[in-house]
């Protein structure tokens, strides 16, 4: 294979209506069937809705153990509180890269903005059984420290997590070695960017709609796509602009334990974490 061998397209996704937490009515981009199909990624949930009927229960109190998970918002807010004492805010443009390890109990209530507005995702990435019971860790990045690559057709990156055109996100030493990448490629553009040869390299569309992979497939917003393997993604637009999600990581290659908000190797793992839940001995660090 050549070194620009570019990545077709694996498989394809529609989001799905889900209903989480007290009652949040969002889309699930990921996060149904196969749990080995995105390694080392395991859910991610697109929270859109103009309507706080729709947001306002919330995520109240639950448990956390042997992921991370990463909010990325992009209207309204979510306030925030563990049971570390942390209390926070994330707001418009901002990411919250919560490493849950080996265990926080937290809320996340969803407020809108003025005009009762919520927009925004939140990926779930594994942890490796060496990192599982590591000490919980936050890392809390205003919009402004997020930095925008602007390249000469008008392609407009906000870089997260990775780097694109020399410019590092902020998110830095995460396990599965993670880029996460938001892309807004306008009308009659083109877009490619290289990937690690064995990595998993997804891309999740939002608004518009634009030509994925080697093949040119058409894609739409609340598409998912999963890549093969390759050296780099090529996306491209005609008449309409489109804005997506491109996250990619290593593989941790390991069984997969999964129950709620609580994933781990083995089933034996997960009865110890539901047994300390009811023992209030879930806590080990902080
Ligand atoms: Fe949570």
């Known amino acids: 294979m050549s070194a620009n061998n570019p990545r ?4 394809t996704f529609k989001n799905r209506p889900t209903l989480e937490g ?3 009515h969002l889309k699930r981009a990921i996060g149904f ?4 199909l995105f390694d080392p990624f395991l859910l991610l949930d697109d929270f859109h809705s103009d309507d706080p009927q729709q947001y306002l229960a919330g995520f109240p109190w639950h448990p956390h153990r042997g992921i991370e998970t990463i909010t ?8 925030h509180g563990d049971s570390l004492g942390n209390r926070g805010v994330i707001s418009a443009g901002d990411v919250q890269w919560m490493t849950a390890g080996s265990g926080i109990i937290h809320q996340e209530m ?8 919520m927009y925004g995702f939140q990926l779930w990435a594994n942890l490796p059984a060496s990192h599982k019971m590591m000490a919980p860790r936050y890392q809390e990045i205003k919009s402004s420290r997020i930095p925008v690559v602007t390249r000469s057709n008008g392609t407009c990156i906000r870089v997260i997590c990775g780097t694109i055109d020399g410019q590092q996100g902020p998110v830095r030493d995460i396990i599965t070695d993670p880029q996460y ?3 807004a490629l306008p009308a009659n553009s083109q877009f490619s960017h290289p990937t690690p040869r064995g990595y998993t390299v997804f891309a999740y569309v939002f608004e518009g709609v634009g030509q994925f992979g080697a093949q040119e497939s058409t894609l739409e917003n609340g598409s998912v796509i999963l890549f093969t393997d390759g050296d780099q993604v090529q996306i491209s637009t005609v008449g309409e602009g489109v804005r997506f999600l491109l996250i990619s990581g290593k593989p941790i290659g390991e069984p997969i334990a999964w129950r709620g ?3 781990m190797n083995s089933q034996e793992e997960l009865r110890l974490a539901f047994d300390e839940l009811q023992k209030g001995t879930f806590i080990k660090h902080g």
């Open 22 to 24: 007290a009652g949040v």
């Open 72 to 79: 990325y918002m992009l209207e309204g807010r979510v306030e």
């Open 181 to 183: 990448l938001d892309v």
């Open 110 to 117: 969803p407020k809108g903005d003025a005009q009762g507005r």
């Open 8 to 11: 077709a397209i694996k498989h």
């Open 33 to 36: 069937g196969d749990p080995y």
């Open 261 to 263: 908000p609580i994933v």
